[in-house]
């Protein structure tokens, strides 16, 4: 059963950093790939970054790079998202995600519920 859930969001000041969590059920993190996810109200889904559990390669959008970053710990079953340097364009809710395919961001499948994050400017 695939299980995803998310925690660590927050409200923030531009500028500032928060890292969120993901605990996958050990069913789910024998995926592919996990990955974050973001949507901002009146926007569509975007992909934030990607791992691969197994050897820990990580892919970010351009958006993030340099200012946000992935990492697992396969002993938790739980991928991490740190993200610094905020901006208010980054606030948006925040879902975890898994793919059986690859970590490319049109192949993921299944997300979690979410967890908020706000950035104040």
């Known amino acids: 059963q695939v299980q995803l859930v998310e925690s660590g969001g927050g409200s923030v000041q531009a500028g500032g950093s928060l890292r969120l969590s993901c605990r996958a059920s050990?069913?789910?993190?024998?995926?592919?790939?996990l990955g974050w996810f973001r949507q901002a109200p009146g926007k569509e889904r975007e992909g934030v970054a990607a791992?691969?559990?197994?050897?820990?390669?990580?892919y970010y959008a351009d958006s993030v790079k340099g200012r946000f970053s992935i990492s697992r710990d396969n002993t938790k079953n739980t991928v991490y998202l740190a993200m610094n340097t905020l901006k208010p364009e980054d606030a948006a809710l925040y879902s975890c995600?898994?793919?059986?395919?690859?970590?490319?961001?049109?192949?993921?499948?299944?997300w979690g519920q979410g967890t908020q994050v706000t950035v104040s400017s």
């Open positions: 995600a898994a793919s059986n395919r690859s970590c490319v961001f049109d192949d993921f499948s299944y």
């Open positions: 791992i691969r559990p197994d050897i820990g390669a990580a």
């Open positions: 050990a069913y789910t993190y024998r995926s592919v790939c």
